[in-house]
């Protein structure tokens, strides 16, 4: 009798250990999702203000090419 109690014990042991290492796992793999999600939105606003800068830079040069043309002309 106290041999099968012991071993129900020690079996219910075992499985709220496994269901704790599935939920260590389920927790690893949200912190892996939340981080990779982090990294992707800071590569979309890196390549955002590259782009906004190109995009600044190309109207200064068109503003100073076209005050070069008409040197009478300001904005």
């Known amino acids: 009798m106290l ?11 075992q499985l709220r250990g496994a269901h704790a290492a599935k939920q260590d796992e389920r927790l690893k793999i949200k912190h892996q999702i939340s981080a990779i999600k982090s990294n992707i939105y ?3 606003s890196y390549y955002d203000n590259l782009f906004f800068t190109t995009r ?3 109207a200064a040069k ?4 076209f005050t070069m043309r ?3 002309f300001t904005r």
């Open 3 to 13: 041999g099968l109690l012991e071993r129900q014990v020690k079996d219910s042991l």
């Open 42 to 44: 800071i590569l979309i």
């Open 56 to 58: 600044q830079i190309n």
């Open 62 to 65: 068109q503003h100073r090419n």
């Open 70 to 72: 008409n040197p009478g």
